[in-house]
């Protein structure tokens, strides 16, 4: 498809300079009513003004032009001048006949290289439903920028020293690090280092001598020094590093590289310093970026103790991504509310290297509450990633007739999850909801893998009666919604790819299901006097490509049979 909207661009370019008018921009959307036609422009409305033309007289005049244009079937102006264009049923054939398992793979970014930061826990704060967002969206970024064609790199930053963590050790250090070994599941020191870090905390809060002990130990930990605080700090790490893997392995995702927090303090305080009086200066003892004259605000980079702050962390992240990847594009995804903050580091970022701030995206997601009694009782607070998932799996398995398939529910468990999240506008919050994001009917991940498991079977009941599919249809076939609806999906890809918002392709891949199973619904398919028999099974079998691929763009993997 994308060949002929080309084409058809370039034509109405070339009308619009016949008549001495250069450099017009001509875009398409998808009329909401499909009789209205398969796209429409406005390109007669927006340049009748500027040409001294009426936009009606214009959009006719463009209609005349084009109407030997190969592929249109019907073209026609509506309102004060839309131009509604309906392709030939050939065309739709076409399109589908090409549908395979590379649909939906571009090269919007073909030879470039991408880098991907997502998923960056404090390695003493437990995986909870927060990383389990970020992980989402991060990993459908990751995907989407794999089918544009780039060379895709993963990246975490994990948080390894802070005072936080140094208040952990320190209530570690009262009972002895050695009682971690006393635990015998991982949820359990997980549980245990959660109390410390509270505990560790209060004490903070509470008691001078406690405060004196902490910040020795914090700078213990950031100079690496060996001794009862370095082991106790190496063991807590461990721990949590190795649930972060297990629970992101879980959750479809893998890593490249981890660029820890401890090592781009060190090298992001040298570059602030570096740059004092060309774009940091003192103020107070500390280090700061004067956000106001730029219309920002004012941040710390260093503090008036002489450590580095999250800021000056993250000018030494970028330094050290770019340094060590060299990437065309990193996009990085957090939550919502960092967006001040980011601007903030970005514009200083952007006066130390042009590149940093010009090759940075930065890319948002909300943030989730639970409906309904039965999981917020059982949840509560900020629940862990593990919680989460067992809690979805607990629902999944009542709804389900066959229980003896641990990895299916997992699957359908982690497909309810992420749906939920990528079906959503970037940065809107989610209240999710076990009773709808679980449905086989729903607007649902798991209504999404019934679909594919759908067309699945239908292909299998074929094989065993000797029917395969071809992508010829009898010359009475006319193209169905479904058959068009089918035919967009790269086009919602390449606009996934150049917003990086996953939801376009979550919509779309909505609309394809309740498209196909209406159509499922009415459409006699393995009918032997059927003479779109074969046909409609390439049909299925698209459809099921498409699926797949979307699904895969989305994180989410398939099942076989439910």
């Known amino acids: 498809m994308f060949e002929t909207i080309s084409k058809l661009q370039n034509a109405i370019q070339n009308i619009f300079t016949q008549i001495g008018f250069s450099d017009v921009e001509v875009s398409f959307e998808r009329p909401a009513d499909m009789s209205h036609g398969d796209v429409s422009t406005n390109v007669a409305m927006r340049y009748g003004k500027i040409l001294g033309k009426n936009p009606k007289e214009l959009a006719d005049f463009v209609v005349q032009e084009l109407g030997d244009f190969e592929q249109i079937r019907d073209i026609s102006v509506a309102g004060p001048g839309f131009i509604n264009i309906a392709f030939k049923d050939s065309f739709f054939q076409k399109e589908i006949k090409g549908i395979d398992e590379n649909t939906g793979k571009l090269s919007v970014h073909k030879g470039e290289k991408i880098l991907v930061e997502h998923s960056s826990p404090n390695l003493f704060k437990s995986f909870h439903i927060g990383h389990v967002m970020n992980n989402t969206v991060g990993e459908s970024i990751v995907r989407l920028a794999e089918f544009s064609g780039a060379d895709v790199t993963r990246v975490s930053y994990p948080s390894d020293v802070s005072l936080g963590i140094g208040k952990a050790v320190w209530a570690l250090l009262q009972d002895g690090a050695e009682k971690l070994d006393t635990f015998s599941s991982i949820s359990e020191k997980l549980t245990y280092m959660g109390e410390c870090y509270v505990k560790g905390n209060k004490a903070f809060e509470e008691n001078e001598q406690a405060q004196r002990e902490i910040r020795d130990i914090t700078k213990k930990i950031y100079a690496k020094e060996k001794g009862l605080e370095w082991d106790a700090y190496e063991k807590g790490k461990d721990i949590n590093l190795e649930y972060f893997k297990t629970e992101t392995t879980r959750l479809g995702s893998r890593f490249d590289a981890f660029i820890y927090e401890s090592e781009a303090g060190v090298v992001g305080k040298k570059i602030v310093e570096e740059y004092i009086g060309k774009v940091f200066e003192h103020s107070d003892g500390a280090i700061i970026f004067d956000g106001e004259k730029r219309g920002l605000h004012t941040r710390v980079f260093v503090n008036s103790e002489g450590n580095a702050t999250y800021e000056a962390k993250d000018i030494g992240l970028l330094d050290i991504k770019f340094e060590k990847f060299d990437p065309d594009l990193s996009i990085l995804i957090t939550d919502v509310e960092q967006g001040p903050y980011y601007k903030v580091v970005l514009e200083a970022a952007g006066e130390i290297r042009k590149e940093w701030k010009e090759k940075t995206i930065h890319r948002k997601h909300g943030r989730m509450t639970f409906k309904g009694k039965k999981m917020s009782s059982r949840l509560g607070g900020v629940p862990l990633a593990s919680e989460v ?174």
């Open 389 to 562: 998932l067992e809690t979805v799996g607990d629902e999944a398995r009542e709804r389900m007739e066959d229980t003896s398939d641990l990895k299916k529910i997992d699957t359908i468990a982690i497909a309810a999850l992420k749906f939920s999240i990528l079906k959503a506008m970037a940065g809107k919050n989610i209240d999710f909801d076990p009773e709808t994001s679980l449905s086989f009917e729903g607007d649902s991940g798991p209504y999404l893998l019934y679909t594919y498991v759908r067309c699945n079977s239908i292909l299998e009941k074929a094989k065993k009666s000797g029917f395969v599919p071809e992508a010829k249809p009898s010359s009475e076939w006319t193209a169905s919604s479904l058959e068009k609806i089918l035919c967009r999906f790269s086009e919602e890809v390449e606009t996934s790819i150049k917003a990086w918002e996953p939801h376009h392709v979550s919509q779309y891949l909505l609309t394809l299901a309740r498209e196909y199973n209406s159509w499922y619904a009415s459409t006699k398919i393995l009918d032997e006097n059927n003479s779109n028999l074969a046909w409609n099974l390439w049909v299925v079998q698209s459809v099921m490509h498409v699926l797949k691929n979307g699904l895969y763009c989305l994180g989410i993997e398939t099942v076989e049979r439910m």
